[in-house]
């Protein structure tokens, strides 16, 4: 004879010699599906938590990489420029010492 723990798939089982009842297997399956749904709605915060994670980690990202683009583009400018006064200095002629 089948054990309602073998019929209900949980820990809860007659008296030895029993039978389970209709109301007992009714009962473990409504705690197999209680189970169930809370392992869902633990999976589904999990799943919420993720994405609130990764959302703000990309934005962070997203700032930190612009804020890193200017940068460059700042010293790319500075760069320019004192390019642009070395080669000015090069051309100009040195002064005359003639008194």
Do not use: C
């Given at each position: 004879?089948a ?29 197999r ?16 938590n ?24 700042g ?23 003639k008194?």
């Amino acid at each position: 004879m089948a054990t309602l723990k073998e019929l209900s798939k949980v820990q809860y089982a007659p008296k030895a010699g029993e039978q389970a009842t209709l109301e007992q297997l009714n009962f473990g399956a409504l705690q197999r599906i209680a189970d169930a749904s809370e392992k869902m709605a633990a999976d589904r915060i999990k799943l919420e938590n993720d994405l609130k994670f990764y959302k703000e980690n990309y934005r962070l990202i997203v700032e930190e990489n612009n804020r890193l683009l200017k940068s460059i583009t700042g010293y790319k400018s500075w760069h320019t420029r004192l390019n642009n006064k070395i080669k000015a200095l090069k051309n100009e002629k040195p002064a005359s010492n003639k008194i």
